[in-house]
């Protein structure tokens, strides 16, 4: 990446909805020069232009789940089972007293405490221990959460069946969004 491309994603940044014409009238250069670095860009994969939610408009809780996964098998395992869960939009391979961070998000404090305490990957199998931290997103407003496209199936991707859980039914969970169970407004 050169100065006018790092340039560029800052402009970007900010807004978006640029058009392809605004940037290179900022940049002195045509849109069609634009356009090929920005194809250029994502072909190497440094870049990925998508939507992106407001956490703070729309209302979105937030826990950070810390886990010590046993084996690294297992952790693969859990990896390709919750890399499928809607609520769920950061991972990462840490290092400390556990080996896993999850960032998984609900629309209110109820369904957030159900995910935590019934179908987060802390609830899995082979988790030797684990830690909850649940607040608020302070920065930055904008975060990348994938919607659920279908809504066919009553289980969702971590194998929960949201028409089977007591939490549910008496109200304290909106449900998985990848189910057609799902009550909530995403």
Do not use: W
Not at 1 to 10: A, C, R, S, T
Not at 129 to 136: A, L
Not at 161 to 178: E, F, I, M, Q, V
Request: overall charge positive.
């Amino acid at each position: 990446m050169n100065e006018k491309d790092k340039q560029l994603i800052i402009e970007l940044q900010k807004n978006g909805r640029m058009t392809l014409t605004e940037l290179g009238k900022k940049f002195n250069i045509s849109h069609v020069a634009v356009k090929k670095r920005l194809e250029n860009l994502i072909n190497k994969g440094v870049l990925r232009i998508y939507p992106q939610l407001n956490f703070s408009k729309l209302k979105l809780r937030i826990a950070a789940v810390l886990v010590e996964v046993e084996t690294f098998k297992r952790l693969k395992e859990l990896l390709n089972i919750f890399n499928k869960c809607p609520r769920t939009f950061f991972v990462a391979n840490v290092t400390g007293r556990h080996n896993l961070l999850v960032l998984m998000f609900a629309e209110d404090i109820d369904t957030l405490r159900s995910i935590v305490d019934i179908c987060s990957i802390r609830t899995q199998k082979g988790i030797r221990k684990s830690e909850v931290c649940v607040g608020d997103v302070i920065y930055p407003d904008f975060v990348p959460i994938v919607l659920p496209f279908t809504r066919e199936s009553d289980v969702a991707p971590c194998g929960a069946n949201c028409s089977k859980c007591d939490r549910y039914h008496t109200k304290k969970c909106l449900g998985c969004p990848a189910t057609k169970n799902y009550r909530g407004t995403l």
